[in-house]
């Protein structure tokens, strides 16, 4: 049982170019998140997904766009990267709310991405 | 949206001593979360407490949610619990939003 895998885990970008994170979970959940972390700051959403073909802008949404095609994978691009979207970009995904409100986050590894 | 505010931002021990974590939140709340994050950058979820108290081995918490704070307890602390602990809350039918972090250091 894998969880949430995150592909690539590094990767160095040329301001203007495009590229696509992938996550994939395997833990059935319905809802699936972007964050991306900063240094020295805490978590901030780009978008995030309550079901498959559903997508939605969180905190910082600007310059990137996401998919959720399948309910087990939820991609986030940028179509033309800045060096302002150098940061680590965590995918997070969860379980429909139950009665109680849980809605526990698990979290993929990180992908390190360096806009030069 | 809702303001999360943690603190300390930094705190070093001693291997062996307490401490307290806090965080205050701006809003009602439904759903708060305690995360640790690793030197590796590893995220993992330690509670899910909206209210009330748990206890997990050396950690506990507290989250008051009619006075809106939450408190982290790590008790007898060892090199292994080094890293940043993020507190997340959620109001209404929003997404989760983190605090800043508390950088915890333990020194042997």
């Known amino acids: 049982n894998a969880g949430v895998t995150q592909t690539p885990k590094f990767r160095v970008l040329k301001t203007g170019q495009s590229m696509t994170l992938l996550c994939a979970q395997d833990?059935?959940?319905?809802?699936m998140y972007w964050y991306r972390q900063d240094p020295g700051m805490g978590l901030r959403l780009i978008h995030y997904?309550?079901?498959?073909?559903?997508?939605a802008k969180g905190e910082v949404p600007d310059g990137y766009n996401v998919s959720r095609l399948k309910k087990q994978n939820f991609l986030l691009g940028l179509e033309s990267a800045a060096p302002s979207q150098t940061s680590v970009y965590f995918c997070?995904?969860?379980?429909?709310?139950?009665?109680?409100?849980?809605?526990?986050?698990?979290f993929g590894a990180g992908s390190r991405l360096t806009v030069l | 949206g809702i303001q999360v505010e943690q603190s300390p931002p930094d705190l070093i021990l001693q291997e062996g001593a307490n401490s307290t974590l806090r965080c205050n939140f701006s809003?009602?709340?439904?759903?708060l979360q305690w995360f640790h994050q690793n030197p590796w950058g590893q995220l993992i979820n330690l509670f899910y407490i909206p209210s009330g108290t748990k206890q997990n081995g050396r950690l506990s918490a507290t989250t008051v949610a009619t006075e809106r704070y939450s408190l982290l307890y790590i008790s007898s602390s060892q090199t292994t619990d080094s890293g940043v602990y993020f507190c997340a809350v959620r109001s209404g039918r929003r997404a989760l939003t983190f605090g800043s972090g508390t950088r915890l250091q333990v020194q042997p």
């Open positions: 833990m059935n959940h319905e809802y």
């Open positions: 997070a995904s969860s379980s429909r709310d139950s009665l109680s409100g849980a809605n526990v986050l698990t």
């Open positions: 809003d009602s709340v439904n759903n």
């Open positions: 997904s309550v079901g498959e073909g559903t997508t």
